[in-house]
């Protein structure tokens, strides 16, 4: 690619970051399968002196993610939650974080029952009204930590306003893009300083990977956080690294298809007598419809819905489809059913659980690549 160049999202998913293998010509990065590299003399290398530190597969891989969030830096790690934990770790005792109510529920663990003790305070609203969030800040406040779409239910937080409060008070503002993907939404081009993915979903794609990836443009927070990524060590080996190469490369196909799907599905199950609700930004009744329209390219596949009716019959429907897979996770070629009160939200109590809508009754999907007729058919013949 010419670097001087500006393409569209397909041609930097395939090309970006990626160089014929110098001693080859191989036009797929290899998997650089070495802990280590040998130096001429003391210090002279080639840019790589140990895996932890640097490899070539996920340099590759995190110069192609930069480039999707139109930014300078990437970082990938083992674990999206790997990510989150070195983002929380340019924080000290007595710092402040303000971030949503409705959050991922390892984000949501990681922060009350590892870093709360460690002296960092978290204050979790409803981020609704983005101009809420200044009635929590004060003079410790460091970082505001967005979700949109949020998980399960789909709220959706206006990160342009969030950018602006967040500048207005010096916080580090950090969205977490993994429910819609860089081809949906490009937070760092919004204000965010940076962004997170659970690479394991829609970049991989393919559910044969966890890995994490922070993506930024600022040099000094970029220095402080290579600095704990190799300090600390949750960085991922190069064949996942190598996975999630060629998984990004039909990121732009995947996604398509996802929100077409998405968006018949959505319509179908709210037209269905025993679904009583659907969680979907694309409706224009959502409540933020108007602000997932600024903000996103499209409504994605994600797609929560009520049950009209008891939890015996939402477990029955839960475990009756034959194409839908009931299992955790979300952003794969499959399409998978998931019921959050038992299963991805099962760590939050009962209560706290029901005020963010995540009732017993409530079925989320993440609705695969199949085709649509066979979807449809399969969510059919469950809720029958
Ligand atoms: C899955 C997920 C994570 C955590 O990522 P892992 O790769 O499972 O560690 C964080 N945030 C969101 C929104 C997720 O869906």
Redesign the pocket.
């Known amino acids: 690619m010419d670097s001087n160049k500006k393409y569209g999202f397909g041609t930097k998913a395939i090309h970006a970051g990626m160089e014929p293998d110098p001693s080859t010509g191989a036009i797929m990065t290899p998997i650089y399968q070495t802990s280590t590299f040998v130096q001429e003399y003391p210090g002279k290398h080639k840019g790589y002196a140990y895996a932890r530190g640097k490899n070539p597969t996920r340099a590759a891989l995190e110069k192609n993610i930069a480039a999707l969030e139109n930014a300078k830096y990437g970082l990938c790690f083992s674990?999206?939650?790997?990510a989150?934990d070195a983002v929380i770790k340019l924080l000290k005792p007595g710092d402040e974080v303000i971030t949503g109510n409705d959050l991922?529920g390892?984000?949501y663990r990681m922060f009350t029952k590892v870093f709360e003790p460690l002296g960092i305070k978290f204050h979790f609203m409803d981020m609704h009204d983005a101009g809420n969030i200044k009635n929590y800040i004060n003079a410790n406040t460091r970082l505001l930590w967005v979700?949109t779409p949020t998980?399960p239910t789909m709220q959706i937080v206006d990160i342009a306003a969030c950018s602006a409060i967040a500048k207005a008070h010096n916080l580090i503002f950090a969205v977490?893009n993994?429910?819609a993907s860089p081809y949906l939404q490009n937070p760092i081009d919004l204000g965010a300083d940076i962004v997170?993915h659970?690479?394991?979903?829609y970049l991989g794609g393919h559910s044969d990977v966890?890995?994490?990836a922070l993506v930024l443009n600022d040099d000094k927070l970029y220095e402080r956080l290579a600095f704990i990524h190799n300090s600390c060590g949750a960085t991922p080996g190069p064949m996942d690294s190598f996975l999630v190469i060629r998984g990004i490369k039909t990121l732009h196909l995947r996604m398509q298809r996802h929100c077409e799907n998405g968006e018949k599905i959505a319509h179908f199950l709210r037209s269905h007598p025993k679904v009583e609700k659907v969680y979907w930004p694309g409706f224009e009744d959502h409540p933020n419809h108007h602000i997932a329209k600024k903000q996103m390219k499209g409504f994605g596949g994600m797609i929560s819905f009520v049950v009209n009716g008891n939890i015996n019959e939402t477990f029955r429907i839960a475990s009756s489809t034959k194409v839908f897979s009931l299992a955790e996770?979300?952003g794969g070629v499959e399409s998978l059913l998931n019921h959050p009160a038992t299963m991805t939200h099962a760590s939050i109590p009962k209560e706290e659980r029901e005020k963010a809508g995540v009732v017993d009754n409530l079925i989320r999907l993440s609705v695969g690549t199949e085709d649509i007729e066979d979807l449809i058919e399969d969510l059919k013949q469950a809720l029958n």
Do not use: A, H, P
């Open positions: 674990s999206g939650m790997g989150v991922y390892g984000s979700e998980n977490d993994t429910f997170m659970s690479v394991t979903k966890i890995m994490g996770s979300l």
